[in-house]
């Protein structure tokens, strides 16, 4: 099954200019010199290459990189050969795909601004003509290719700019679009086509903690739920039908399904008989998540990832035997987008590790070799220098196992008690893993910082139960998970608890607020990166497609209970708490956490007398994508540390 997916990575923390581009808002951060533009700009010279598709006749790769400001479409006709760019925009594409069977154009996806308002567009091999496909307004997600090459299903909320309708065109014919079911809710997405093209597989997304696996029979438009109505909410991650239809694949917690569908701990791998619903679960052996999967073109092989401890791990398995095969050895990381190649022998695949930026790999599974085929570059740097992470294990205030990625700076380059950055994740339900650290490298071997990512109660990875701790009412428990990590700087000689900050985006953004909050005494500063700073106004003015999914997480703020809770953690409602500088950046057009959120915490924080900088970008959403924005934020996030942390 093909689908467009967003390959782009958000860039939410720490991404060369003299002067602050005309469209930024920039307030309180100073000028920046010529000597820091210098010393950090092999550091905002990274790239990275993300898998999008195979040529469906030839063995070449569709990728997006950047070569200017923004990520584009390119092809790889060879391992470690050129990357020929195919599409030259001034925004970001965020993923494409060719048209099976025969290739001759790619649909790709495109927004504006960072509004994630994505269109899709047909881009044709021939002449490099740009067509667009959607109505231009709202928001079409998802793509997914019939096998034939003929249909193409996805997402919009053009109806009504709330709920995730299903669509079906012919991209060749954009007149063939037509609306194929109306759903209620915003986490609706086409998981499948059936072999026959007369099926489609959708999931029903509500929560992390729940979801339903629909069937739509596109002559009748009827709809059938797959999945059970469980005792216990469980959660669905992806669906694929059996070649011969007659089955599904699918990643569930979901135990016991015929006997009421009791929930487990980790998402496994299971194939449940279309007509009896009988579940084979076929990775109950393997106690971590399977993040992702994908059926070879034959049937007889998944290839799927489970995450081990935030380390990706890829597996395969025999359909016929329910074994698993040997697998490949390959560079330690996060193994992400598998893809068979039609032809059925080639696996590609994305690998993101500390020592390298995130990478095209292929695996012939016939003769177990792995090929590079993308090598992105570092800026000149030596990547081998680069550090690799320590996982340590802690047990928080209520005894609960937490863990966290540790980043220490060369102890012969850097002596003595290191200045401490505490990243913390956004999502809520996002987990910190050992990825490049990008230009985080800049803090790690220029300032000599030591760099700690937890995964607090509430992140992905670790169970459903894990997952669940910091919903609701217990949303301050995940705070309180800070204050463990706060002592086991503390506790650590090689580290500095007189010097210790705190950076995060999204909900990072917000934990780094409710740290200041709690944790004043203890800290240095924050950047607190499109960060919500009160839940209430958030609830209010995210998009609309977005409300009921962050309900489920946060708290439904129409309960009286709820909203009381709500307001009284808001950092907005306690903003006399915060005593140490803070930097806030967002970006004007973000749909996740409006505007609003940055704007209304800075205009609080100086009602109060406290001191902060604001940046802004009148051109970027949810984090940063532009070149020129990113490097501006990474290089006013290096003053404001070295200002506020360092000395």
Known sequence: MRRILPCLPVLLAFQMLAQAPDNLVVEGVPPISDELKAEASPYMEFRTAA?????????????????????????????????????????????????????EFIVFSQDTGGGEFFQLYRYDLGNAKITLLTDGKSRNTGGSWAASGRWLAYTSTRRNGKDNDIYVMDPAVPKTDRLALQVSGGGWSVQDWSPDETRLLLLEYISINEGHVHELDLKSGKVELLTVKAKDKFAIGSARYARDGRAVYLTTEVRDAGGGGQRGE??????????????????????????????????????????????????????????????????????????????GRDLAFNINSARSPLDVYVLDTKTGKVERWTASETGGLDADTFVEPELIKLKSFDGLPISAFVY????????????????????????????????????????????????????????????????????????????????????????????????????????????????????????????????????????????????????????????????????????????????????????RVPATESEQMVKAIRSNGGAVWYLMAMDEGHGFQKKKNADFQFLSTILFLREHLLE
């Open 51 to 103: 898998f999008n598709d195979w040529h469906p006749v030839r063995r070449e790769l569709l990728i997006t990189t950047r070569f200017a400001d923004s990520a584009q479409l390119h092809v790889v006709r060879m391992p470690g050969g050129t990357r020929s760019q195919l599409t030259f925009l001034p925004e970001p594409v965020a993923g494409g795909l060719f048209r099976p069977k025969t290739g």
């Open 266 to 343: 980790f998402q496994v791998l299971t194939k449940m008989d279309l007509a009896t619903r009988e579940h084979t679960f076929l990775t109950s052996h393997i106690p971590w998540n399977v993040d992702e999967f994908e059926l070879s073109p034959d049937g007889r092989t998944i290839a799927f990832v489970t995450n081990e401890d935030g380390v990706g791990v890829l597996r395969f398995l025999n359909t016929r035997t329910g074994k698993e095969m040997q697998r490949p050895k390959l560079p330690v990381g996060i193994v992400s987008r598998l893809d068979w190649h039609e032809k």
């Open 408 to 591: 220490r700076p060369d102890p012969r380059k850097f002596p003595g008690k290191r200045p401490v950055l505490i990243n913390i994740h956004g999502g809520p339900e996002a987990q910190a893993r050992p990825v490049f650290q990008a230009r985080n490298n800049y803090f790690l071997s220029e300032l000599g910082m030591a760099i700690v990512h937890p995964n607090v109660r509430g992140s992905d990875g670790y169970g459903s139960g894990f997952l669940q701790l910091d919903n609701g009412f217990k949303r301050e428990d995940s705070v309180k998970d800070i204050g463990t990590i706060i002592n086991w700087v503390k506790s650590d000689s090689q580290l500095d608890d007189g010097r210790i900050g705190v950076i995060g985006g999204s909900y990072g953004g917000y934990m780094v607020l409710a740290s200041m909050i709690h944790y004043s005494d203890q800290l240095r500063c924050g950047v607190d990166v499109v960060g919500i700073s009160n839940f209430l106004t958030f609830l209010k003015n995210t998009q609309d497609y977005r409300r009921d999914l962050r309900r489920a997480e946060y708290g439904d703020e129409r309960d009286e209970k709820m909203r009381e809770f709500l307001e009284k953690i808001s950092p907005t409602t306690n903003v006399p708490k915060i005593r140490k500088p803070l930097f806030v950046v967002q970006g004007r057009n973000d749909p």
